[in-house]
C-alpha cells in the first residue's frame, strides 16, 4: 500500500479551474495505477479518471470526460486531476486512489483522506 495526501482543493465559480494534487509516500509508487474518485452528500462514491502506471492509459467517467485531465509525475510521486470547465454538480469530496492491478481502479487498495471542491452556481 501506498500513503496518499490530497490538496488542491476548494470554492470556485461555475466554469473555472482547479487542479488536485495526490502525493504518495513510499518507494512503489510507479508501479501503481493511479486514480480519482468523487463522493456528494447523499451520493454513492464515483469514478472520475484513473491512470495506468507509466501514463500511458487513462480513463475517465462520461460526466467529465472533455473537462478533467488526469497525469501523474513518477519522479514526484504525485498524481495530478486538472478541472476545467467545472459545473455545480461536480461539487464533492474527491479522493486519490491506489490501485496495483487497474487504472479504472477496481481493486484499489489505497485510497487519501479527501478534498472538498465546491462550485458555485
Known amino acids: 500500500q501506498v500513503q496518499l495526501v490530497e490538496s488542491g482543493g476548494g470554492l470556485v465559480q461555475a466554469g473555472g479551474s482547479l487542479r488536485l494534487s495526490c502525493a504518495a509516500s513510499g518507494r512503489t509508487f510507479s508501479s501503481y495505477n493511479m486514480g480519482w474518485f468523487r463522493q456528494a452528500p447523499g451520493k454513492e462514491r464515483e469514478f472520475v479518471a484513473g491512470?495506468?502506471?507509466?501514463?500511458?492509459?487513462?480513463y475517465y467517467a462520461d460526466s467529465v470526460k472533455g473537462r478533467f485531465t488526469i497525469s501523474r509525475d513518477n519522479a514526484k510521486n504525485t498524481v495530478y486531476l486538472q478541472m476545467n470547465s467545472l459545473k455545480p454538480e461536480d461539487t464533492a469530496v474527491y479522493y486519490c486512489a491506489a490501485d496495483p492491478y487497474s487504472a479504472t481502479m477496481t481493486t484499489f487498495d489505497s485510497w487519501g483522506q479527501g478534498t472538498q471542491v465546491t462550485v458555485s452556481s
Open positions: 491512470i495506468s502506471w507509466s501514463g500511458g492509459n487513462t
